[in-house]
Protein backbone atom coordinates (compact mmCIF):
# COMPACT_ATOMS: atom_id res chain seq x y z
CA UNK A 1 0.00 0.00 0.00
CA UNK A 2 1.39 3.42 -0.64
CA UNK A 3 -0.06 7.18 -0.39
CA UNK A 4 0.43 9.83 -2.32
CA UNK A 5 -0.32 13.07 -1.18
CA UNK A 6 -0.19 16.51 -3.43
CA UNK A 7 -1.63 19.72 -3.81
CA UNK A 8 0.85 21.64 -1.28
CA UNK A 9 2.55 24.99 -2.82
CA UNK A 10 3.35 28.73 -2.32
CA UNK A 11 -0.18 30.66 -1.20
CA UNK A 12 -0.56 34.05 0.14
CA UNK A 13 -2.13 34.84 3.07
CA UNK A 14 -5.94 34.89 2.54
CA UNK A 15 -5.81 32.49 0.22
CA UNK A 16 -6.78 29.02 -0.36
CA UNK A 17 -5.51 25.38 -1.19
CA UNK A 18 -6.56 22.00 -1.47
CA UNK A 19 -4.70 18.77 -0.58
CA UNK A 20 -5.20 15.33 -2.04
CA UNK A 21 -4.12 11.70 -0.78
CA UNK A 22 -4.73 8.72 -2.79
CA UNK A 23 -3.90 5.47 -1.40
CA UNK A 24 -3.14 2.63 -3.76
CA UNK A 25 -2.35 -1.16 -3.63
CA UNK A 26 -3.72 -4.17 -1.54
CA UNK A 27 -6.95 -2.01 0.02
CA UNK A 28 -9.94 -4.18 1.09
CA UNK A 29 -11.36 -0.96 3.45
CA UNK A 30 -9.78 2.00 5.18
CA UNK A 31 -11.38 3.54 8.30
CA UNK A 32 -9.78 6.72 9.49
CA UNK A 33 -8.25 9.59 7.03
CA UNK A 34 -5.71 12.05 8.61
CA UNK A 35 -4.15 15.39 7.81
CA UNK A 36 -1.13 16.09 10.28
CA UNK A 37 1.42 19.01 9.64
CA UNK A 38 4.71 19.55 11.06
CA UNK A 39 6.46 23.19 10.99
CA UNK A 40 9.86 24.11 11.22
CA UNK A 41 11.03 23.14 14.87
CA UNK A 42 7.83 22.00 16.18
CA UNK A 43 6.34 18.31 16.88
CA UNK A 44 3.66 16.62 13.91
CA UNK A 45 0.57 17.95 15.10
CA UNK A 46 -3.34 16.58 14.37
CA UNK A 47 -5.41 18.68 11.61
CA UNK A 48 -8.05 16.92 10.80
CA UNK A 49 -9.44 13.56 10.58
CA UNK A 50 -12.59 11.67 9.20
CA UNK A 51 -13.88 8.21 10.24
CA UNK A 52 -15.44 6.15 7.85
CA UNK A 53 -18.61 7.11 9.06
CA UNK A 54 -18.53 10.67 8.18
CA UNK A 55 -17.54 11.89 11.54
CA UNK A 56 -14.94 14.41 11.42
CA UNK A 57 -12.83 16.18 14.15
CA UNK A 58 -10.51 19.52 13.74
CA UNK A 59 -7.93 20.76 15.16
CA UNK A 60 -8.98 24.27 17.08
CA UNK A 61 -6.64 26.51 14.97
CA UNK A 62 -8.28 25.56 11.38
CA UNK A 63 -11.87 25.00 12.64
CA UNK A 64 -13.90 26.67 10.16
CA UNK A 65 -11.11 27.72 8.05
CA UNK A 66 -10.28 23.99 6.73
CA UNK A 67 -12.68 20.86 6.06
CA UNK A 68 -11.62 17.48 5.43
CA UNK A 69 -13.88 15.24 2.87
CA UNK A 70 -13.41 11.88 1.39
CA UNK A 71 -13.92 9.45 -1.51
CA UNK A 72 -14.24 5.97 -0.53
CA UNK A 73 -14.52 4.78 -4.13
CA UNK A 74 -11.09 6.42 -5.18
CA UNK A 75 -9.59 5.67 -1.42
CA UNK A 76 -8.70 9.42 -1.11
CA UNK A 77 -8.61 12.27 1.31
CA UNK A 78 -9.15 15.56 0.72
CA UNK A 79 -8.68 18.71 2.75
CA UNK A 80 -9.48 22.03 1.75
CA UNK A 81 -7.94 25.34 3.33
CA UNK A 82 -9.07 28.59 3.32
CA UNK A 83 -7.95 31.39 4.84
CA UNK A 84 -4.69 30.22 5.36
CA UNK A 85 -2.39 31.77 7.59
CA UNK A 86 1.63 32.43 7.66
CA UNK A 87 1.55 29.68 10.74
CA UNK A 88 -0.51 27.26 8.63
CA UNK A 89 3.07 26.99 6.81
CA UNK A 90 4.58 23.24 7.51
CA UNK A 91 4.75 19.80 5.50
CA UNK A 92 0.99 18.49 5.44
CA UNK A 93 1.02 14.45 6.13
CA UNK A 94 -1.86 12.30 4.91
CA UNK A 95 -2.74 9.17 7.05
CA UNK A 96 -4.77 6.16 6.45
CA UNK A 97 -5.89 2.98 8.41
CA UNK A 98 -6.40 0.48 5.96
CA UNK A 99 -7.41 -3.21 5.99
CA UNK A 100 -5.61 -4.97 3.33
CA UNK A 101 -6.89 -8.52 3.97
CA UNK A 102 -4.71 -9.53 6.55
CA UNK A 103 -4.69 -6.73 9.29
CA UNK A 104 -5.22 -3.05 9.74
CA UNK A 105 -2.05 -1.24 9.52
CA UNK A 106 -1.36 2.55 9.57
CA UNK A 107 0.17 4.08 6.63
CA UNK A 108 1.48 7.67 5.88
CA UNK A 109 1.79 9.64 2.82
CA UNK A 110 5.23 11.53 1.71
CA UNK A 111 4.62 14.68 2.91
CA UNK A 112 3.50 18.10 0.68
CA UNK A 113 4.94 21.27 1.74
CA UNK A 114 2.55 24.52 2.27
CA UNK A 115 3.85 27.72 2.45
CA UNK A 116 1.51 30.75 3.11
CA UNK A 117 3.90 33.94 2.67
CA UNK A 118 3.04 37.46 0.66
Known amino acids: VQLQASGGGLVQPGGSLRLSCAASGSILGIDGMHWYRQAPGKQRELVAG???????TYARSVKGRFAISRDNAKNSVYLQMNTLKPEDTAVYFCKQDIYNGGSWDTYWGQGTLVTVSS
Open 50 to 56: IMRSGRT
